[in-house]
């Protein structure tokens, strides 16, 4: 059965750093691209971060660039997003997303930047 988990959300100051994790499994994790969602409320969901299989290319939203950091422990079966200098335009529901053809999806976790 694939499981997407992720963990790490929150409530956190404007400033404040949260880091998420998206524990997976009942698939070959090492051979899908990964990626980080969000959407807040009344929102379109939107791409935040992806990661390649091997971690060798990332890419970011124009909005995140600088602030966030994606990884992903193959051995581990996770990935990670590293969010830092956070903004309350940052509050949403974060997701991590599985892709190589098919897709899963994680059910979220919270993120909310308020003082």
């Known amino acids: 059965q694939v499981q997407l988990v992720e963990s790490g959300g929150g409530l956190v100051q404007p400033g404040g750093s949260l880091r998420l994790s998206c524990a997976a499994s009942?698939?070959?994790?090492?051979?899908?691209?990964m990626s980080w969602y969000r959407q807040a409320p009344g929102k379109e969901r939107e791409l935040v971060a992806s990661?390649?299989?091997?971690?060798?290319?990332?890419d970011y939203a124009s909005s995140v660039k600088g602030r966030f950091i994606i990884s992903r422990d193959n051995a581990k079966a996770t990935v990670y997003l590293q969010m830092d200098s956070l903004k309350p335009e940052d509050t949403a529901l974060y997701y991590c997303k599985a892709r190589r053809g098919n897709e899963y999806w994680g059910q979220g976790t919270q993120v909310t930047v308020s003082s």
């Open positions: 009942g698939f070959t994790f090492s051979t899908y691209a």
């Open positions: 990661i390649s299989w091997s971690g060798s290319i990332r």
